[in-house]
């Protein structure tokens, strides 16, 4: 079927969807295919649950007209996508980045929003059915999108760039995520860099961290563009503190007491200040826009757990990451500090090194105890004399209830594969 076909149908339906159980009547239905399970198959059950079309690629599970065969599914998804985009006539702030991309949306989407309606992606839609997906749920009544761009492998940021056609961008940093995926450091590099690549063909703006060499560095090929947060830049403040929640002074003097913790989380207040001034925000409103903002969804929150203050940081967890989690738990105020830390994933022949390096960093530190759950930790454990390491999260629960922490500041972080948030309960 020919995209202007296509798109036809999808302004008929108005809303898309990729999974049977959450159909809203009169979406269009996409029939993807993961390594185990073949959407086509729930053709008929799509239709029957109020699905107005059903996008399949296999002829033999065409029910009547209202399923519409194309060569490919994900193909014909991001196609769809990438034409309604070009329908779109608004501003696009992309971002991606190693670490902080959902946390920095969040904080775009929250100075942006005091000014204009704006469409930011949802939850961690950032993958190439992420995407388009996002873009699809925009519509000309908003004024700015913010899309969150992610990646594991070189070549996937140009693709969602090809897609999205970010106007304005910008690198949250680089670091070690996912670096036995992408075959090392500088292919992160190389990866990342794709964002910038698209902007400085298509003539868009980049905003980009004075203070980051890496980052710094990229600015070069471009004729204009916006830095932030040092003294001379064209947005400027300054981190004041971080114990636990970050302060910041804004460029007009205000202290801007934040619900986030980690003096990390500084470069990603300071890169949505800088868009809101691009954008024209009240430097007022900008500042409540991120006073307000309250992280979720085990992303740096603090849980007070009877006398025990938890960082719930356990969303996900990569090298940088950590590395981050670990230096801010060091630098609390607190008499007790316990790490309970977890494998960290999508690290491939990295993985045993870069936990061993982890237990040479809390080496390093005075931590009252640490903890350590998974299989891959195992090297950080052998690199950490006296972290108490268990294989399962429920060995790990089962000691912790029968020798309960009391009157610590407790760290919390692991791949998101590994559950630690279950522990909480716990503590």
């Known amino acids: 079927m020919e995209i202007a076909a296509l798109y036809a149908r999808f302004k008929e339906a108005g809303r898309?969807?990729?999974?049977?159980?959450?159909?809203?009547?009169?979406?269009?239905?996409?029939?993807?295919?993961?390594?185990?399970f073949n959407a086509n198959e729930f053709a008929a059950k799509a239709l029957e649950a109020g699905a107005r079309y059903v996008v399949i690629d296999e002829a033999r599970y065409k029910v009547d007209d209202r399923c519409l065969l194309v060569d490919d599914v994900l193909t014909a998804l991001q196609a769809l996508a990438r034409h309604h985009r070009s329908q779109l006539k608004m501003p696009v702030v992309g971002l991606t980045g190693s670490n902080g991309k959902t946390t920095s949306k969040e904080l775009v989407n929250a100075v942006l929003s005091q000014k204009f309606k704006t469409y930011a992606t949802k939850g961690n839609l950032n993958n190439h059915?992420?995407?388009?997906?996002?873009?699809?749920?925009?519509?000309?009544?908003?004024?700015?999108?913010?899309?969150?761009?992610?990646?594991?492998?070189?070549?996937?940021?140009?693709?969602?760039?090809?897609?999205?056609?970010?106007?304005?961008?910008?690198?949250?940093?680089?670091?070690?995520?996912?670096?036995?995926?992408?075959?090392?450091?500088e292919n992160i590099i190389r990866a990342k860099s794709e964002l910038y690549q698209h902007l400085l063909t298509h003539q868009g703006t980049v905003f980009i961290q004075s203070q980051n060499p890496v980052l710094a560095n990229m600015a070069e090929r471009f004729a204009t563009p916006v830095f932030y947060p040092a003294s001379g830049d064209y947005y400027h403040c300054e981190l004041?503190?971080?114990?636990?929640?970050?302060?910041?002074?804004?460029e007009n003097g205000d202290t801007i007491t934040t619900n986030l913790i980690g003096s990390y989380n500084f470069e990603n207040i300071a890169a949505a200040l800088c868009i809101g001034k691009f954008f024209g925000v009240d430097d007022k409103l900008a500042n409540q826009g991120i006073a307000a903002y309250v992280p979720g969804n085990m992303r740096s929150q603090i849980v007070q757990k009877g006398n025990n203050t938890v960082i719930l940081d356990a969303y996900n967890a990569n090298p940088s990451s950590m590395q981050a989690a670990i230096e801010n738990l060091a630098a609390m105020k607190a008499d007790r500090k316990v790490a309970i830390l977890g494998d960290m994933f999508e690290?491939?022949?990295?993985?045993?090194?870069?936990?061993?390096?982890?237990?040479?960093?809390?080496?390093?530190?005075?931590?009252?105890?640490?903890y350590l759950c998974g299989n891959l930790v195992r090297a950080t454990a052998a690199a950490l004399p006296g972290a108490r390491h268990f294989t399962t999260k429920e060995d790990l629960i089962a000691d912790l209830k029968k020798h309960p922490l009391e009157s610590a500041t407790i760290l919390v972080k692991a791949s998101r594969g590994i559950g630690l948030e279950m522990i909480v309960d716990s503590l």
């Open 240 to 250: 004041i503190d971080a114990d636990p929640f970050v302060r910041v002074r804004a």
């Open 16 to 36: 898309v969807s990729t999974d049977t159980r959450k159909i809203e009547p009169g979406a269009m239905f996409f029939a993807l295919k993961g390594d185990r």
């Open 347 to 370: 690290l491939e022949e990295e993985a045993e090194k870069e936990h061993a390096a982890l237990g040479a960093l809390l080496r390093e530190k005075n931590f009252t105890a640490v």
């Open 129 to 185: 059915i992420g995407v388009p997906l996002t873009l699809l749920a925009i519509d000309d009544s908003y004024e700015i999108a913010v899309v969150e761009m992610g990646a594991n492998h070189v070549g996937e940021i140009a693709l969602l760039c090809s897609i999205a056609n970010p106007t304005h961008g910008f690198i949250t940093n680089i670091g070690r995520a996912h670096i036995g995926t992408f075959g090392g450091y």
